[in-house]
């Protein structure tokens, strides 16, 4: 911050007097030594829930875990942040002792109105989903073996459709083109389905709503290979 602050100086003077110049690192580190973090954290989401937008908004929330943090003595901190893309703003982070840990995290993040919020497989949780929900958000959640029965379903439906099996076809399918790059041709497909009378278990999510499936075929050097 201080570098910051000597690289900016003659703009920080058009609204601010700077007497003494830009404090140094360790001014810095007394203050923020003598801040409630509490209070300020409560201050800036008032500030950043203003801010974020309203409905049909997007918030990613993800978890990392922060590099050279942990020691024999102590695990490393993984950090579960909620972040507002079309802003390019953290709305929230909290601190969870554990990579396990970020699902218990995450619902302590959900001040997020009118959002629709996206959460990788870590965070598809029943729970979550009906958390979500009673904040008066929508979620889209990355479902894997972790949620083992509705994987299972989800799979099956959309082999069986592909095989000729199944009849219910996917509302609406979106294509790219060939995308090339680094030596790579790539191609996604995305299918969505709603409705969803054939998932068994529908009701433990709350208000779930479509099913969609990603696939991308890769081919590089000659080799073709596709993720679901």
Known sequence: MEEFGLSREQ??????????????ESTFFRVFTRVN???LSRCVYEWLAEVRGGAGSAVNIDGKTIRGSGS?????????????????????????????????????????????????AMGCQKEIAAGIRKKGADYV?????????????????FEGMEGGQ???LPDDIWETGEERGH???EKREVRTVSGLTWLEGKADWKDLATIIQCRSCRTLKGETTQTD
């Open 72 to 120: 024999v003595e102590k695990s490393a901190v993984h950090m579960v942040s909620a972040w507002a893309g079309e802003k390019e703003i953290v709305l929230g982070q909290l601190a969870a002792a554990e990579k396990s840990n970020e699902i218990t995290a995450i619902p302590k993040l959900l001040d997020i109105r009118g959002a629709t919020v996206s959460i990788d």
């Open 183 to 185: 030596g790579r041709i």
């Open 37 to 39: 973090s509490g209070e």
């Open 141 to 157: 959640l990355a479902v894997k073996e972790n949620q083992p029965a509705l994987h299972h379903d989800v799979k099956d439906y």
């Open 166 to 168: 199944i009849r219910e």
């Open 11 to 24: 703009e920080l003077r058009e609204f601010l007097e700077l007497p003494h110049g830009i404090p140094d």
